[in-house]
C-alpha cells in the first residue's frame, strides 16, 4: 500500500491494497483496523509512513503480524495486494490477473488449484452446474500454456475409455495403443461421481504415479499433471460415493460458491453476449509461463524450509482427527504431506523461503474436510465437517517460530 501525501486535516489517506480505493480515516484510528466501503476488504491502517527516495511516494511500513492464531474458517489475505516480491510471487500475480479477465471470482478456487498444480496435488471441487468450473479449467490451460483435456464421467463409462485402449490396425496387421483423454496436462473430470468403483479405479494410478498401464506396457503422462474433479452436491440420483482410496488421491477439496451481487453482475456484462468462449479465450487470454517453469517452481517449493515445530504442529493436527469424538474416521499421512507440501507452495507464494503456522491453518480445511468420515451421531445433529475441524484446530497450540 502507498499513500499519496503526508495526513491532511487529521486524515491519513492510503489505498485499499485489493481494489486500490483511496482511504481517508482518522489520525486516532493509525495502526487500527478499516474496512474498505468500496470492496468490504479489511486493511491495517498505516501508522509510520516513510518517504522513498527513489520514487518521491510515502510508502507504508508493514504493521506487526497479529499473534494470535488465526481464524481456519477465514480466507487468507489476497497475494496480489503485495508489491515486489519473488519471481514465484510474480508469477501467481500474472497467472491470477489474466485469468480473471474471464473467470469472475471464487478466489478460493483459484488459489487452491494453483496450490496444488505446483506441489504435485489434484483438486475435487464440489458446486452446483453453471458456476464455471469448466471455463476456469479452460482459461487455467491457456495460461500456463499447457493442454487441456475433459471427461463427462457417466454411468456407462469405461476405464478404457479413459485411459486409451489397443486399437488393431488392419495395415500393419498389429495392436498399436490408441491414448485416450488422459493423456493430457490440464483433466476436467466433469461429475466423477456418476461413473461406478471400476472407473474411479482407472484414476488411481494416473493421479498418483502420473502414468497408464495397459497390457503390461507403460506409458508416462506428460508433466505437469494436474486432475480438476467435480462432483454436484445436491444431486444424489444416479451418483456413486468415491471411495476413501480415490478421495485420498485428492490434495484438496474446494466448494465453488455462488458469486456476490456485484461480480455475478459483472459476469452478466462480461459473457451476456454472443460471443464465442474458444475466440474470446483465444483473443483475451495470454500464455504467461510454460511447462517448464511451472516444474522448475515446482522443484523450488520442495526447498521451503519447514520448521521442526511446525512439522509436529502439523502432526498434532492430522493425528487429532483420528480420535476426534464427531469423526469415526480421521486423516491418513498423506493428509500431513498434503499440509507441509501446501504450506510450502503457499510460503513461495508468499515471497518467502520458509512456512509458518498461518500456511498451514490456510490450507487445513481444504486437506482434511474430504478425509474425515462424520459419525452418524454427528450426522444426524447436522454438524458441519469445517466447523468441527476449525474447532479442533483451535484447540492446538499455535507454534512460535524463531
Known amino acids: 500500500m502507498s499513500t499519496s501525501d503526508e495526513p491532511d486535516g487529521g486524515l491519513v489517506k492510503f489505498r485499499c491494497g485489493k481494489c486500490d480505493k483511496v482511504l481517508k480515516v482518522k489520525v486516532e484510528s493509525s495502526g487500527g483496523k478499516a474496512k474498505c466501503p468500496s470492496c468490504g476488504e479489511i486493511v491495517i491502517v498505516p501508522d509510520s509512513p516513510s518517504l522513498d527516495a527513489a520514487s518521491g511516494n510515502v510508502q507504508v511500513v508493514e504493521s506487526a503480524p497479529v499473534v494470535s492464531p488465526p481464524d481456519p474458517m477465514k480466507k487468507g489475505v489476497s497475494l496480489k495486494s503485495e508489491e515486489g516480491g519473488t519471481s514465484a510471487q510474480g508469477l501467481y500475480r500474472r497467472i491470477t490477473t489474466e485469468i480473471e479477465k474471464v473467470f469472475i471470482g471464487q478466489d478460493e478456487l483459484v488459489q487452491g488449484a494453483l496450490v496444488a498444480l505446483f506441489s504435485n496435488g489434484h483438486v475435487l471441487i464440489e458446486s452446483v452446474p453453471g458456476l464455471g468450473k469448466t471455463l476456469f479449467v479452460r482459461t487455467l490451460g491457456k495460461v500456463l500454456g499447457c ?177 476426534w469424538p464427531q469423526f469415526y474416521l480421521g486423516a491418513s499421512p498423506r493428509a500431513g504431506i498434503s499440509l507441509m507440501q501446501g504450506a510450502r507452495t503457499l510460503a513461495l507464494f508468499h515471497g518467502r523461503d520458509y512456512a509458518v503456522p498461518d500456511d498451514v491453518i490456510e490450507i487445513a480445511l481444504p486437506v482434511l474436510r474430504h478425509r474425515v468420515q462424520l459419525t452418524a451421531e454427528a450426522e444426524v445433529e447436522g454438524q458441519s465437517v469445517d466447523q468441527l475441524l476449525s474447532d479442533l484446530i483451535r484447540t492446538i497450540e499455535v507454534p512460535r517460530l524463531k
Open 147 to 323: 493442454d487441456f483435456g475433459r471427461i463427462q464421467f457417466t454411468a456407462d463409462l469405461m476405464p478404457s475409455d479413459i485411459t486409451g485402449a489397443p486399437v488393431f490396425n488392419m495395415k500393419s496387421q498389429e495392436f498399436e495403443f490408441r491414448p485416450g483423454p488422459v493423456f493430457t496436462q490440464l483433466l476436467l473430470a466433469d461429475e466423477i461421481n456418476r461413473s461406478p468403483a471400476k472407473t474411479h479405479a482407472a484414476l488411481l494410478e494416473i493421479m498418483q504415479e502420473r502414468r497408464v498401464t495397459i497390457d503390461g506396457n507403460t506409458y508416462s503422462l506428460e508433466l505437469p499433471f494436474l486432475v480438476v474433479a467435480t462432483q454436484n452436491p445436491i444431486e444424489s440420483e444416479g451418483t456413486y460415493n468415491l471411495p476413501e482410496a480415490q478421495l485420498d488421491r485428492f490434495m484438496f477439496k474446494l466448494s465453488a460458491k455462488y458469486p456476490s451481487e456485484e461480480q455475478e453482475a459483472e459476469i452478466l456484462i462480461r459473457h451476456g453476449g454472443q460471443e464465442d468462449l474458444t475466440r474470446q479465450l483465444a483473443d483475451n487470454i495470454n500464455q504467461v509461463t510454460t511447462p517448464e517453469e511451472i516444474l522448475s517452481l515446482t522443484a523450488e517449493s520442495g526447498t521451503v524450509r519447514v520448521d521442526e515445530l511446525l512439522v509436529d504442529y502439523i502432526n498434532k493436527i492430522v493425528r487429532l482427527t483420528r480420535t
